[in-house]
């Protein structure tokens, strides 16, 4: 995470961005802290990036790349505004000592239009990353890739119209057991972890920001999906961080906290009211170290 000490909005890249709407950096720092504290109160470990003064969207960590195995296929940002944030990141994983690092050739925003199930990764594209990222990605991490096609510029990153909840609670097929997610699965839907079925990562999603073809192949692979109304899509509801059991998420879409509870997730709201002002939420503001 890096703390939104320089975060304001001065560029305007997506429809959120509303360059006479101004931030209140003291109430962006108050609420980015709030997220920070509730990530350790849950047991997790932050790390933070140095803010800087010329990057104030650096505070969307997600962006920086995408960590699988330590592996790291770094960012090549879309707008030169956010062109600099890039070489952050490479530094901060080079200086970590992360087993590789490589940067993208193709445009690509990490995570913020990477998403990782247990058998795939979900690659969005439309505004940001470039139709040929998928390709790039699912050559560097040994991944299947599935390309989603976005088509609502008010979600213009895949991480803000869905979110990968756990990773199907048995583990990868070839790796050890993580198996910390809630038990799911009523018995009579589609076998899962045969190596040929559906996923068996639970998903939520919101329908309207896809194309239809790629509807498709949501409704497809993630049959028992958490399927948001677009209420909770237009509150950044999606662009959330779950643990597998927790899942931190923008307050305001109270329409997901029953769904979830219904899976066995924990829902923790959380205010990023003045991160939204730049188009950003829970997920953005945080990039997972796999
Ligand atoms: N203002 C930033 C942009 O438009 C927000 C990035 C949000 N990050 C995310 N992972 N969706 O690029």
Redesign the pocket.
């Known amino acids: 995470m890096c703390p939104p000490e320089h975060f304001r909005v001065t560029y305007s ?2 429809p959120w ?1 509303d360059l006479s709407k101004p931030v209140d950096v003291r109430l962006a720092m108050a609420q980015w802290s709030d997220l920070r504290d509730c990530y350790r109160s849950l047991g997790h470990t932050v790390d933070e990036l140095t803010p800087h003064p010329d990057l104030p ?1 650096l505070v ?1 960590t ?2 920086g790349g995408l960590v699988l195995e330590d592996r790291v296929l770094g960012a090549r940002f879309a707008h030169p505004e ?1 062109y600099g944030e890039a070489t952050v990141h490479e530094e901060w994983h080079r200086e970590r000592g992360c087993a590789e690092f490589q940067r993208a050739q193709h445009t690509n925003e990490g ?2 239009d990477f998403a990782v199930t247990d058998r795939w990764l979900l690659a969005g594209h439309g505004f940001r990353s470039s139709p040929l990222a998928p390709q790039e990605a699912q050559e560097f991490f040994g991944r299947p890739v599935i390309a989603l096609d976005l088509v609502n510029p008010r979600f213009y ?1 895949l ?2 119209a869905l979110c990968v909840l756990d990773d199907g609670g048995n583990g990868d097929e070839d790796g050890p057991a993580h198996g910390n997610g809630p038990a799911h699965g009523n018995g009579d839907g589609p076998a899962r972890g045969n190596g040929g079925g559906p996923a068996r990562s639970t998903v939520m999603y919101y329908p309207g920001a896809f194309s239809p073809g790629s509807r498709a192949v949501l409704r497809r692979l993630f049959p028992d999906a958490i399927v948001a109304e677009e209420a909770d899509a237009l509150a950044l509801g999606l ?1 959330a961080v779950s643990d597998g059991h927790h899942v931190v998420l923008p307050q305001a879409a109270v329409g997901l906290l029953e769904p979830l509870r219904e899976r066995g997730f924990e829902p923790v709201p959380v205010d990023l009211s003045e991160l939204l002002k ?3 939420n829970v ?2 503001c945080t990039a997972e170290l796999r």
């Open positions: 890249i997506n961005m969207d969307f997600a962006n956010r995570e913020g990153h991480d803000t662009n730049a188009g950003g997920k953005c």
